[in-house]
């Protein structure tokens, strides 16, 4: 299998554990023996090749005493050559890592809370903030930190760098712009909700043009004017009581445009999907598609849509349902563009693989993820050559 063994354990012990190893077994096993391809045959010259071979990986959870088995909230980064990881152990920290061998390039220290969305990088710095309301401004070059401010609540959204700007949420609902060179708030937007945002974490800001979009806890999309933070218009898409079902607004928006019109694609999570026009954010059409937990637009202008019942729909320029299938029995909650298809994950640690041109996601392999109820609760990190994902219980996995 040309697996390259590269797994390390970053808490107070250097060693695997026997359950890493048998982790690392299985993951082997799991992706050479699990798959079974009904085109494979002993007189095909070329052996078939599953859609992802593992290559490198890290366990990242710290040293387990008693109670609750710890989880990772925290999303990585790629960056050039780089991968950019939280570490929410004893020592908190962000690793920077070698894309390609795993290595570990470099370490950002802080003490002050742990790291629940993801980080920003530039060719330049290191960009992430904690739970207890820090934000953290680090050199690639050095290491050294170059500044920090105290935002009141925990950053609840990766940090968006664009153009010599930074752009967050925070659990207190507050939206931030700051100078990404020295921290300086630009301008700031704070709404008022009466409950914190999900596990679930907020929409990351999605910026086109001079717009900046973003979700927020009340089943809201915002749309902002970049340059001064005027707020252009709102627009409530999802309905309910929390705490009966998931109102905020928190999954990755999705931006459509034809020969008239240029739409925005949002959904709360398993909501329905709800389509608005980007300059007045007037709702053109709520789908039908309930439970919605991932979505995703392809080249051609179509939508991928996953849901918390394992069905996988793909929607047509005019927003039709042209094909749809069941794939899973738990929930799909990834979704990437992965070489000449697309990669789909759940929550029973199951990755699929299709092409649209065949009958969808029909390949499956089976990873363990560290813990039997482990799942990848975040966005799958997508290369040219390489595809990674970190786990819920801290398993920092690479394939290629």
């Known amino acids: 299998m040309n697996f390259k063994s590269n797994f390390k354990s970053i808490g ?9 190893l048998f982790s690392l077994l299985s993951l ?8 079974k391809n009904p085109r494979s045959s002993s007189k095909n010259s070329n052996p078939y090749r599953p859609p992802l071979l593992a290559g490198w990986g890290h366990v990242l959870d710290d040293k387990y005493v008693s109670g609750n088995l710890p989880i990772t909230l925290a999303t990585p980064a790629v960056f050039e050559e780089s991968v950019f990881v939280p570490f929410n152990g004893e020592n908190k920290k962000v690793i920077e890592f070698d894309l390609y061998s795993g ?15 993801g980080v920003g990088v530039t060719k330049d710095a290191v960009y992430y ?8 401004a680090y050199s690639r070059k050095t290491g050294e930190l170059l500044y920090s401010l105290d935002v009141e609540s925990g950053i609840d959204s990766t ?10 949420h925070t659990r207190g609902h507050k939206l931030f712009a700051l100078d990404a060179l020295t921290g300086k708030i630009l301008w700031a937007y704070k709404r008022s909700v009466s409950f914190p945002t999900s596990s679930q974490g907020a929409t990351p800001p999605l910026i086109q043009g001079d717009k900046l979009f973003t979700g927020t806890a009340d089943g809201s999309v915002l749309c902002f004017r970049l340059s001064d933070g005027a707020l252009l218009w709102e627009q409530k898409i999802s309905q309910g009581i929390k705490g009966n079902n998931f109102i905020d607004v928190d999954l990755p928006f999705v931006l459509l445009e034809d020969n008239k019109n240029k739409w925005l694609v949002a959904a709360a999570y398993t909501g329905p999907l709800t389509i608005l026009d980007q300059e007045t954010g007037a ?13 995703l637009k392809t080249p051609e202008n ?7 019942f394992g069905e996988m729909f793909i929607l047509d320029k005019n927003f039709q349902v042209v094909k749809k299938q069941k794939i899973s029995s738990h929930s799909l909650l990834n979704m990437s563009a992965y070489k000449e298809g697309y990669l789909v994950g759940t929550s029973g640690g199951e990755i699929f693989y299709g092409t649209l041109s065949s009958s969808l996601f029909s390949e499956k392999q089976k990873i363990l ?16 050559s390489r595809f990674l994902f970190l786990t819920s219980r801290g398993r920092l996995l690479s394939f290629f």
């Not at 107070?12 to 890493?20: D, E, N, P, V």
């Not at 903030?129 to 953290?136: A, D, K, V």
């Not at 709702?283 to 979505?295: K, P």
């Open 159 to 168: 940090p968006i760098v664009h153009s010599g700007r930074l752009f967050f």
């Open 12 to 20: 107070k012990t250097t060693f695997f554990s026997l359950l890493s």
């Open 103 to 117: 290595k570990i390039l470099r370490e950002y220290p802080h003490a002050l809370g742990e790291v629940t969305t």
């Open 369 to 384: 993820l560290g813990h039997s109820h482990s799942i990848i609760s975040q966005q799958f990190l997508i290369t040219p």
């Open 283 to 295: 709702i053109f059409l709520t789908t039908q598609i309930t439970a919605v937990t991932s979505f």
């Open 129 to 136: 903030g904690t739970i207890l309301g820090r934000f953290f």
């Open 302 to 308: 179509l939508l991928l849509i996953g849901t918390s």
């Open 28 to 35: 082997i096993l799991g992706s050479a023996c699990q798959h």
